[in-house]
């Protein structure tokens, strides 16, 4: 008997979770927005957000930064900003912390990436960068995320 009535207890609370899940405003989902940015006015290779460069940046960002142009911008631009029908822009809600750890960073470059969120096509593996390469990476996008509002 008690199982029954746990059992149909733990039913009414999930069928109250599902009501207030589908009741709930749509805020992009924990606090990002997964839509991509209209792009069809850009030209090919055009930045597609506009990047605000943080003062400074501590050591392992300034790191970072030159293993990010040499390794990174090529495809993903200068500065994190993207490049339109090349790769997108870092410096994005959907790469935020809460979405995209730190750790997906490097396991996008150790394995590279299907294409999901942009329609550029797959990211291949990039060689040539250790983990502490990418750690150090991984701070100067961070760095470049919190100056333009992305926590």
Known sequence: MNKTYLFAASGVVLAGGLLWLASTPDTGGMGHDMTPPDTSQLAQGAAIVQVRMPAELDAKAQMGERAFEAACA????????????????????????????????????????????????DMPPVSGLTASDVGNIVAYVRALQRENGIE
């Open 74 to 121: 090529a495809c993903h631009g200068a500065a994190a900003a993207g490049q339109n029908g090349v790769a997108p822009p870092l410096v994005h809600r959907t790469y935020e912390p809460s979405h995209h750890g730190d750790a997906a960073f490097l396991m996008a470059v150790q394995n590279g990436v299907r294409s999901h969120h942009w329609k550029f096509g």
